[in-house]
């Protein structure tokens, strides 16, 4: 049995991380409340440019343009939104297994040729990235630090860019979406090419009037809309991030609750039975004496 002064140094270490638990709760659901506000009022932004966009295209064009080029999938890109902390449960575990599985799934062939590039947004997706050797492009990985909608601009003007140029023939967006504090939906969405109408769900049929015309109504279109749908995604991952943290830290302080619990029991017992070993040499003593 451990000794009192160990169990009593245990209580106090257990006090002490406890403390931390509930401090780093109320932070994360400080932060939670302010990131939940901007994707509620994000996302029929999003939807609304998304779906624009969609019957756009569907309204069809003289001939294919560069955001829908359809071309052999020899490079991939994959965008890897991540935490720049841990401490988040399952948050970050969750997106790297998702990107792997992706890999492992449906790029396998270009993977072997190191054609799979990651571009992490989040500390803690370059990190792991980065033990493994891909292939990666690390300038946006800290964009959590100061997060705007100028830094993500800046994220999916690289995207653009790279795909217009031929860099890359498809990327991917993986995340976590924000459903509630305790539930966050992985998604995996193709950012380029855009998808055709037919594959969109729920895509809707509507004849619009051009003014001046359609391509250039559309190309001013498509680069602001990606830039939102990027946007969407990394408040969206921002929301979760902090949902799972709160969950996480709540979580930690109730076992750190039932640990002291059984540590106070612990100590008690350890106590009653020193103060019993005490007793029966005091009375072991006087018989002793009794008998001498």
Known sequence: MASLKEVKSR???????????????????????KSQERIIQMRPFAKKLNGLLQNLSAAGTDGPTWYNAI???????????????????????????AVVKLIEEKYSSQHKQKNVTILPIGKKASEFFAKRNFPMV?????????????KVSEVAQFLMDGFRKGEYDKIE?????????????????????????????NAEEVDYIYQP????????????????QLFKSVLDSNASENGARMTAMDKATENAGELLKDLRLTYNRTRQAAITKEILEIVAGAEALKSA
């Open 71 to 97: 071309r052999e999938e020899k490079k991939v890109l994959i965008v890897t939104v991540s935490s720049d902390r841990g401490l988040c449960g399952g948050f970050n575990s969750s997106i790297f297994k």
């Open 138 to 150: 690390n300038d946006y990985s800290l964009i959590f630090h100061d997060l705007s909608f100028d």
């Open 213 to 228: 015309n359609q391509e250039e109504i559309i190309t001013g279109l498509v680069p602001k809309s990606l830039k939102v």
């Open 173 to 201: 967006v993986v995340y976590n979406e924000f459903k509630n504090v305790a539930t966050q939906i992985l998604r995996t969405e193709q950012f380029l090419p855009i998808l055709p109408p037919a594959k969109v769900k």
């Open 11 to 33: 209580i106090l270490s257990v006090v002490s991380t406890q403390q931390i638990t509930k401090a780093m709760k109320m932070v994360a659901a400080a932060k939670l409340r």
